[in-house]
């Protein structure tokens, strides 16, 4: 859904609900711990969501400047086929947040932006070999994140 109450204004929401399950579950060749039909999809949150807002303003003859902040949500995933429970992912809360200035000529834009700022460590991927190994490992993204960067059309 997007809402633009005024040119410079826009208001954005989305939500996503996933009601995926496992109906058959047949033998799997060399695959010693079995997949039940229990087990959730990996990657897959029940529930999902978003909303934000950007906001535009002209600066004379400089160009423009644009704000913008988003959240996004959602419920908890697995990061393993077999839902090792060390690789289960809980809710997730995002904050991401970027302000853009785009020069009048419209040759260059310069952002300076924070993706996750409120510093949320969760899984991103995963694997797991209790049986043979005893281990799972996990991979876990870098965090709060801040930038800069510069496009150049030409």
Same mark, same amino acid.
């Not at 809402?3 to 609900?17: K, Q």
């Given at each position: ?18 009601? *995926? ?30 909303? !934000? ?24 995933? *697995?990061?393993? *086929? ?43 991927? !995963?694997? *797991? ?26």
């Amino acid at each position: 859904l997007t809402f633009a109450p005024m040119d410079s204004l826009s208001l954005f929401a989305g939500v996503g609900y996933v009601d *995926a399950e496992y109906t058959d579950i047949g033998v799997i060749p060399g695959v010693s711990v079995p997949i039940q039909e229990s087990y959730m999809f990996v990657n897959t949150p029940e529930w999902s969501g978003n909303l !934000g807002a950007e906001y535009s303003m002209v600066l004379g003859d400089m160009g423009d400047l644009t704000l913008r902040a988003d959240y996004s949500y959602s419920s908890e995933v *697995a990061n393993d *086929a077999i839902n090792t429970p060390e690789l289960i992912e809980d809710d997730l809360d995002l904050v991401n947040l970027r302000a853009t200035f785009s020069h009048a000529s419209g040759m260059w834009d310069v952002s300076v932006y924070g993706n996750n700022v409120t510093d949320e460590v969760y899984l991103v991927s !995963g694997n *797991a070999d209790l049986v043979n190994t005893g281990f799972s490992v996990g991979n876990y993204t870098r965090g709060e994140e801040w930038g800069a960067s510069v496009t150049w059309r030409f």
